[in-house]
């Protein structure tokens, strides 16, 4: 079946240093990506989001990457802060032809970043 | 800044009992979601709402499981006879749906603990 998954469950990173997170998905037809940070005790909240027609997209201090070739994603962070250590989940969403969506997430990633 | 809210943040039942799940929405957005994270796994969809109506929805979101606008406010989960497994962090979610944004807000989540 379809489902979107993450490469490594676990990631720690020296504060000032930069992070990737990676994440694979396997609907070729998803259109739309987006990336969410959950802190404990919280809802997933948006960090960045990338639409298929385009490979990179960047915020500020994150960018993602798009490789469609290979069905991959991945958020960068740049000089990690400690606010910064939360799970990170990737979702995928797919419209289908009646212009309904379904957002499918990740497994996630636990980043730590280390003072 | 708009966000949405959930209530209860933690509700304990019995097996068997009926629960309500209360969500409101942000105010201007038509596109209402209900998702549950069972503890250390990732996000699952269950619904997606639009115009009073189901869009979409997963196979989790079997008979037991309704979902109701009663009012121009409020999103509400109802589970009808609650079993030891739909214990889990439930999260409303609303999206605006414009051509420049699918991004999905998501509440707090209600943590439901069925005994």
């Known amino acids: 079946g379809e489902s979107v998954g993450l490469h490594l469950p676990t990631l720690s990173v020296q504060e000032g240093d930069n992070s990737i997170i990676n994440c694979a998905y396997s609907?070729?037809?998803?259109?739309?990506f987006i990336w969410y940070k959950q802190e404990s005790g919280k809802g997933p909240q948006f960090i960045i989001d990338i639409r298929s027609n385009m490979d990179k997209r960047q915020g500020q201090r994150v960018t993602v990457l798009l490789n469609k070739t290979v069905k991959h994603l991945s958020l960068q962070i740049a000089a990690t802060q400690p606010g910064d250590s939360a799970v990170y989940f990737c979702a995928e969403n797919f419209i289908s032809n009646f212009g309904n969506e379904k957002l499918t997430f990740g497994t996630g990633t636990r980043l730590t970043i280390i003072p | 800044e708009p966000e949405v809210t959930q209530t209860p943040s933690h509700q304990v039942t019995q097996m068997g009992q009926e629960v309500i799940l209360r969500c409101v929405p942000i105010s201007n957005h038509l596109y209402f979601y209900w998702y549950r994270q069972i503890l250390g796994q990732k996000v699952e969809f269950l619904v997606s709402f639009y115009n009073n109506e189901i869009s979409e929805k997963s196979e989790i979101f079997d008979d037991q499981f309704s979902v109701e606008r009663p009012d121009g406010s409020n999103f509400t989960l109802k589970i009808r006879s609650t079993k030891l497994e739909d214990s889990a962090m439930y999260f409303c979610?609303?999206?605006?749906?414009?051509?420049?944004?699918?991004?999905?807000?998501f509440g707090p989540g209600t943590r439901l603990t069925v005994l």
């Open positions: 979610a609303s999206s605006p749906r414009t051509s420049l944004s699918n991004e999905q807000f």
């Open positions: 609907n070729s037809a998803s259109d739309y």
